[in-house]
T-cell receptor, first 111, second 114 residues
Framework: LAKTTQPISMDSYEGQEVNITCSHN???????ITWYQQFPSQGPRFIIQGYKTKVTNEVASLFIPADRKSSTLSLPRVSLSDTAVYYC????????????FGTGTRLTIIP | EAQVTQNPRYLITVTGKKLTVTCSQNMNHEYMSWYRQDPGLGLRQIYYSMNVEVTDKGDVPEGYKVSRKEKRNFPLILESPSPNQTSLYFCASSLYAGQHHEQFFGPGTRLTVL
């Protein structure tokens, strides 16, 4: 499994765009990059997934450079409700039955 | 509604008293797993199951047992709970194994072992 590195915590003001970067230097050819969001006392929930370039959905965008050794989760115009822990996972479609979430990035939105 | 349910949501027990936390999913998912979450340690996988009657250890299996007799259910069993098993537990399921497949998590069970 590719190891990921994220900042432990980040703060941002309401209305700003927030970018959380994840480093995954040993990502494999078949690996996808997936981000989850976890609110306090709730289970994580899927936000977005990508393989290369840019992926966008109604919640976030995911930017993946050509070398795929890092990825950036972008949250547009954050609000207080975006305060959560964000996890970056790297893995493929099968064979890696174990899942490793790590400690994630604790994002705090300031009014 | 597609969901993963866990029971109980909260449990306080004493050392050595066997307990079971139930987990059920209604999405016909093949892959199910259990995690524990402790402050500063993130989510750690306890056990996982690829399908009925197929289970395997995650990263922190000591002190836990699981079974997968039916596709929808994946109970977590603590035969002799100890205080170091005080934690927040999550059950999750996905269509198949692999990080490519979206994991659906239950609401969590907060366990306190005195």
């Amino acid at each position: 499994l590719a190891k990921t590195t994220q900042p432990i915590s980040m703060d941002s003001y309401e209305g700003q765009e927030v970018n959380i970067t994840c480093s995954h230097n040993n990502i494999a050819t078949n690996d996808y990059i997936t981000w989850y969001q976890q609110f306090p006392s709730q289970g994580p929930r899927f936000i977005i997934q990508g393989y290369k370039t840019k992926v966008t959905n109604e919640v976030a965008s995911l930017f993946i450079p050509a070398d795929r050794k890092s990825s950036t989760l972008s949250l547009p115009r954050v609000s207080l409700s975006d305060t959560a822990v964000y996890y970056c996972l790297v893995g493929d479609t099968g064979g890696n039955e174990k899942l490793t979430f790590g400690t994630g990035t604790r994002l705090t939105i300031i009014p | 509604e597609a969901q993963v349910t866990q029971n109980p949501r909260y449990l306080i027990t004493v050392t050595g008293k066997k307990l079971t936390v139930t987990c059920s999913q209604n999405m016909n998912h093949e892959y199910m797993s259990w995690y524990r979450q402790d402050p500063g340690l993130g989510l750690r996988q306890i056990y996982y199951s690829m399908n009925v009657e197929v289970t395997d250890k995650g990263d922190v299996p000591e002190g836990y047992k699981v079974s997968r007799k039916e596709k929808r259910n994946f109970p977590l069993i603590l035969e002799s709970p100890s205080p170091n098993q005080t934690s927040l537990y999550f059950c999750a399921s996905s269509l198949y194994a692999g990080q490519h497949h979206e994991q659906f998590f239950g609401p969590g069970t907060r366990l306190t072992v005195l």
